[in-house]
């Protein structure tokens, strides 16, 4: 368990840390990138630790790869790659440098591991961990296979290793129908995700898709009623939901996409208003490159991915915890199924 006090007076000894306007407005081409959401008073308090991580990255030949849930203060900050599930797994297989530091959340280290063995992976808070992936174990899987004999098992990305060395392919939200589709059977069984299964069902009803009942602690909040609600008030708004959602909400919106792909739609298509029915950061995060878009209605925030700050990415670069590790033997079974899941995506692609 990490040590808030340790690790501030360990840091304060080390860095000058001190929240510094100067400094901030030394730094106004990466304020820049936030300016919308975070004011340049509070980015004086993010700057000296945006400068100390940059160059601890530099001097221990470490990359970061940042989710897009993370804050503007990483995502623009800090991060090296930035992206969804799957272009994260993807950048993790071309990485160079020896160390990568994983913001987001556990599985998606575990991931970086799994395609990197050789490399050293962090993770800035290993308590970073998501209700999809506590929802399931491998003997959940076994459950599964047991009850549906001879159907293949799609797993999301969001679950342990050990749960994906149990799994025949991965899929993400931005690939998930498409691997369903693939499948030879007729019968598909996805887990976790009750809803991202339903709302793949939907696209794919040429398969029968049986799920294991897990849930986004984040995205099962949300209701049709609140949408329905919040469009007759505001008719202007383009409400764009994640394929967590359930079904229903799905259906009330007007385009449902990966993290990335609500990011490339609402760029491509610059509405007036946009309601996005996901994780807080990310309307903050492309605030500033829509300026001509209001981001309107309430979010939801990650408990899990909030637990990764600016001072925590720090202390892991200054001391090299948390390492993440993986069984070999079960990283050997898990690359098979996320390995087959990018070389699907990237025929898919093609
Ligand atoms: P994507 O970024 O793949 O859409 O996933 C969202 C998510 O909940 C990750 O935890
Ligand atoms: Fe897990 Fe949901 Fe948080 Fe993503 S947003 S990490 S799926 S709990």
Redesign the pocket.
């Known amino acids: 368990m990490l040590d808030l006090a340790v690790m501030r007076a360990t840091l304060a000894e080390a860095y000058d840390l001190a929240p510094s306007l100067t400094l901030a407005e030394e730094m106004r081409d990466i304020h820049a990138r936030m300016d919308r959401v975070v004011p340049l008073p509070d980015f004086a308090r993010h700057a000296p630790y945006i400068r100390a991580i940059n160059r601890l990255k530099r001097e221990k030949n470490a990359v970061i790869l940042a989710?897009?849930?993370m804050t503007p203060e990483i995502y623009h900050g800090v991060a090296d790659v930035v992206?969804?599930?799957?272009?994260?797994a993807i950048e993790a297989t071309k990485v160079e440098a020896q160390v990568i530091v994983q913001c987001?959340?556990h599985?998606?280290a575990e991931t970086s591991k799994i395609l990197n063995p050789a490399k050293t992976v962090l993770i800035p808070d290993v308590e970073a961990g998501?209700s999809?992936a506590e929802s399931i174990t491998p003997e959940g899987i076994a459950q599964m296979r047991a009850q549906y004999p001879g159907a293949p098992v799609v797993s999301y990305?969001?679950t342990t290793a050990a749960v994906k060395a149990a799994s025949d392919i991965c899929c993400?939200?931005?690939n998930a129908a498409q691997i369903v589709a693939a499948m030879p059977e007729d019968t598909v069984i996805m887990t976790p995700d009750q809803y991202l299964a339903q709302n793949v069902a939907k696209q794919v009803p040429s398969k029968r898709v049986v799920w294991w009942a897990g849930s986004?602690i984040?995205?099962e909040q949300y209701t049709a009623q609140d949408l329905r609600e919040f469009r007759a008030l505001h008719p202007e708004t383009r409400i764009i939901a994640?394929?967590?959602c359930p079904p229903d909400v799905v259906a009330e919106s007007d385009f449902s996409?990966?993290?990335?792909?609500?990011i490339d739609y609402v760029t491509r298509e610059h509405p007036s208003h946009a309601m996005l029915v996901?994780?807080c950061s990310m309307a903050s995060n492309i605030a500033d490159a829509l300026p001509d878009v209001d981001f309107v209605g309430p979010c939801n925030m990650?408990p899990?991915?909030k637990k990764i700050t600016l001072e925590k990415i720090l202390w892991s670069l200054h001391t090299g915890a948390e390492e993440v590790t993986v069984d070999p033997v079960i990283a050997a079974k898990a690359r098979v199924a996320v390995e087959r899941m990018i070389d699907l995506s990237r025929k898919i692609a093609k």
């Open positions: 989710h897009n849930y992206g969804d599930s799957l272009q994260l987001g959340v599985f998606m998501c999809l990305v969001n993400t939200s931005a986004c984040v995205h994640h394929p967590e996409g990966s993290t990335s792909g609500i996901t994780e990650c899990y991915m």
